[in-house]
């Protein structure tokens, strides 16, 4: 067909002139729009095991459409559910989320468009986009749950004996309103049989489950601005059972434009192919960006560590769970130590699990699932020591120190403001100090946990110092690697690690700056358990996001605070661990939340995610106080939670591109290298 036969006539001089591909792997079907010689060319297929062979079914129906070859295309852009998967040998190519995809089509068919629904096989989105560029302003999409997508339609009309698409002009013939009430898609297909044994028609069924899923859809809509020119993409777009519940729910019409709106995200793809055909200046930004010191050194040292840790002989070992735990103690009574702090597989968290409720956290599972394991690291340890901040911890240890290694327990106040409180945890320190001598057979003498708190005070100033190059429009260091640094922290000697430190920041010193445009992120919330990197890999493998700072307790937050300095050396640790970053756990909670504003202020970052793991007690509950902070500062803020079976990676990594993408759009392309 031709450019003009579908394309708004508003936007059709915008119509890339180079012969370009998109490309849409869904999770149902795939689907391709080629643009060549003014006409679009299309085609789709049922996505097959294989992306790559999907893809290369749809180029052999787009050849012989167009009668050109692979080695006539310009440039292609990828998106959908297998984008990742797909390569095109010889062929500049790039991968964009299905949001800004489908915006993209949406406009250039409709070039009043604001509103967006998409509903696919596997998910439904809400998408608000700006009608002058067609750029994706806000979105919104359903998580894990099947409800309202393809896939439960699909069973829905099997259940009632329907073809898929006999089942929207089914709905349209119902003659009464069935309330579909169930909300999860497993008690949704109960109710359908039930209502099916007590006789009622498909027809009347067909438009009760549409209606119920259209709400679900609604939700979606309720953050994002619902205005007219709305448009309905994705693979449920074709069923005219499911526009007419939305229209009915929306009070809205739903555009219909000249093109099947199943195209509209591979169009969206091949117009952005257009675009970045023409780009030229990308190279010598990546060029510059790839210039980041080489810290695998540092990682064989810490892995060198930790199998000395797990072999000594020569002195008792403790493992803690909690940053608020003195370290300078542990060293003063010559107790080796390292913190209890990796992530664990899907099978070590279920270990866990038998031990504590389902509804804690996968670190909390991790800790007991590594040592029902047998994981060297934990099995080789004398004792744990906790010093108390989360309830899931403290059941945690209880756990531990029933089943496998003892536990002593320590109470850290959740004020600190009174010196009644701050003599109160002094006494707490002395308490660990006598614990820690009568385990290690050593005294700890003054003069010993001076020494201790000077080396460690020079140790964490250090490591401060290395983060504060991360200023710089270049950091010379990523995130990963400054978690590695902080990793070193809880793995190596403090006296071993100082001159390591201060190698490294000399190293990190001479990597040039630059003035290449940067995203600058945040990572916020709680901790990111070591491993646990998932968040960290997915953003770094974007050009041009750098990850400059993080607020958690594995991040620089135990490391920005310096010491004040006391006569008493006790009453000095004891205010060093209260006076640190304060986790979400204490009181009040305004202190954390202007520490974690003031850091990003600090590093000047253009955005935040706030990252925490699922039933996390202090970060999941309090985190509308940490985004609201972020809203208020006009700081773009992403909430992700998360856990470690991997089993959304694929969904927060879109959410990701996306979040970029808008906010890239947001500061007026200034970082148009995203």
Sequence with gaps: MKNYEVIDSALIAEVPAKTVLGIDIGSRNAKAALLHNGEIFTAITATGLRMQETAEELLESLFEQSGIALEGIKYVVCTGYGRVSLQFAGIPSEIQTEISCHAMGAHFLNAGTKTIIDIGGQDAKGIQIDPATGKVIKFRMNDKCAAGTGRFLERAALLLDLKLKDFGPAALRATKEIDVSSQCVVFAESE????????????????????????????????????????????????????????????????????????????????????????????????????????????????????SFIERQDAKKVGYLCTYTPVEILSAAGIAHSRLAKCGTPDVVARGETFVKSVFCDITKSIIGHFAAEDPQYDALDQVAVFYTCDSMRATADAIDHYYKPVNGYTVPRGSEKETVREMFRQQLLCFKCDMETLSGNLISDESIREQLDIHKKLRKQIKEISALRKRNNPPISGSDFLEITRAFRTIPAAELLPEMQDIYKRLHCIPNDDVPRVRLMIAGGMMADGDRLLLSLLESIPFVEVVVEDHCTGLSPFYNETAPDDDPWTELANAYLDQAPCARQYPLQKRVDFMSGLAEEYKVDAVIFNYLKFCPCYGITKNSFMKRFQQMGIPVLEIDSDYSQGNVGQIKTRLEAFLEVLNENQGGVKNCV
């Design 192 to 307: 359908v049989v039930s209502l099916r044994a007590k006789g009622e028609s498909p027809e009347n069924i067909a438009a009760g489950v549409l209606f119920a899923s259209a709400r679900r859809v609604v939700s979606l809509l309720n953050t994002i601005p619902l205005e007219a020119d709305l448009v309905f993409t994705g693979g449920v777009s074709n069923n005219v059972g499911m526009k007419h519940a939305l229209e009915q729910l929306l009070g809205h019409p739903i555009v219909i434009p000249k093109l099947n709106m199943v195209f509209a995200g591979a169009l969206g793809a091949a117009i952005s192919a257009g675009r970045l055909s023409e780009e030229t200046e990308r190279v010598r930004g990546q060029e510059a960006a790839a210039q980041k010191a080489d810290l695998s050194d540092l990682t064989r040292k810490i892995n060198d560590a930790e199998l």
